[in-house]
């Protein structure tokens, strides 16, 4: 097999993701550029999107705009965190955990992690809350959703904002409720790899509370209130949800349960075949239960540089999220608390591997991942 063939074997994201929906973007396409109207942005489309995701959600409000992140940015700039505030968010993560928080002038305060979930440690959360904290920011990363019924507890009990960063864990549900219900605000993101993805950028915040919703509904807009264009209430963005997108995804709506079906089917798979190697020093996530979601399946493995060589070799595409933790970047760091500490973040950061994870995953490609690994594991055990 040659080098080129080995990468592509199994492919970490599918090439041809939107092929079976081709048809459905054309239509898209379309049926937006030729309405009379000739809104392409904030259009009666991008309402029936919203109304759709409060009507699944079960929100009373549903913001749609440009991306995950800039919901994240609006979601703080309408609650009037800013200048002298503080953030709590994981040290583990993405970077619009910490860079969202700085756009709006506060700083972010790193949480170590839950070993467990990979996601924010209640206790560690309650150990950082000063006066000059003003909300939590929690996020759903690796399978398993935070322990929001504790994160929501500690945010009623010492007057913080909860913002729920959901943007990965569509399909996720807690006690029966969905991720991105938990707090003030929840955030999903539609880039085209998540769960309800697009071929484009995209997000929503969620929410039950009609003044924050119209806070970020102008914000989103210029500061425009919707009614009187070119009236600005506020210093806003350019953070507009695209006609197209909307159209596209109205359409695909239909298929979302299933294609959460398929990914979690994998991802039960997965773990069942990979669930007797944790002496061989890789850890996979527990087999379905609450809280579960199937945005990516990630591993922990003591060699995790080795195990991605030995895929690779395999020709099995495996992808690291993150290398090192949010506090530990040169961006923030700037910024981290003096003599903070994350000894949680820093092992994921060095263990964490995920596995190729995608609707139209052929069985077969699922079984060579699961060959690869356990080869891999049960050769180094012995």
Not at 233 to 246: K, T
Not at 274 to 287: H, K, T, W
Request: one cysteine or more; a negative charge.
């Amino acid at each position: 097999m040659t080098v080129a063939a080995e990468r592509t074997a199994v492919p970490f994201f599918a090439p041809d993701l939107f092929e079976a929906d081709r048809e459905v973007l054309l239509e898209a396409l379309y049926e937006v550029g030729t309405d009379p109207e000739q809104k392409f942005i904030l259009g009666r489309r991008t309402a029936r999107f919203e109304d759709a995701l409060r009507a699944r959600l079960g929100s009373a409000d549903a913001v749609a705009c440009s991306s995950g992140t800039s919901a994240l940015t609006l979601v703080l700039a309408a609650m009037g965190v800013g200048p002298g505030d503080e953030v709590i968010v994981p040290a583990f993560g993405c970077a619009p955990l910490a860079s969202t928080v700085l756009a709006v002038g506060a700083v972010p305060v790193f949480a170590d992690i839950d070993p467990a979930t990979l996601t924010m440690d209640p206790e560690r959360a309650e150990e950082l809350v000063t006066g000059r904290t003003r909300a939590l920011m929690p996020a759903h990363m690796f399978s398993v959703m935070a322990d929001m019924p504790r994160l929501r507890d500690l945010a009623a009990r010492t007057g913080l904002r909860l913002v729920e960063d959901s943007a990965l864990a569509q399909g996720g549900v807690l006690r029966g409720r969905p991720a991105g219900r938990w707090g003030d605000a929840g955030v999903y993101s539609f880039v085209q790899v998540k769960v309800f993805g697009m071929p484009g950028e995209g997000g929503v915040v969620l929410t039950d509370d009609a003044a924050l919703a119209g806070r970020v509904r102008m914000l989103r807009n210029h500061g425009q209130d919707g009614r009187n264009r070119f009236l600005h209430h506020h210093v806003g963005h350019n953070s507009r949800f695209d006609e197209v997108m909307a159209a596209f995804q109205l359409h695909r709506l239909a298929g979302l349960e299933e294609r959460v079906a398929r990914r979690t089917a994998i991802c039960d798979h997965y773990s069942a075949a990979f669930a007797d190697l944790a002496e061989a020093g890789v850890v996979a996530p527990p087999v379905g239960g609450d809280g579960r979601f199937p945005y990516v399946y990630t591993l922990l493995c003591e060699d995790r540089d080795g195990l991605r060589d030995h895929l690779a070799a395999a020709g099995v595409d495996a992808h690291v999220y993150y290398p090192r933790t949010l506090p530990e970047q040169p961006a923030f760091a700037p910024h981290a608390r003096p003599g903070g500490d994350w000894p949680r973040a820093r092992e994921a950061a060095r263990r964490n591997i995920s596995l190729p994870l995608y609707p139209h995953l052929a069985d077969a490609a699922v079984e060579h991942v699961v060959s690869a690994v356990r080869a891999f594991a049960l050769g180094r055990k012995a």
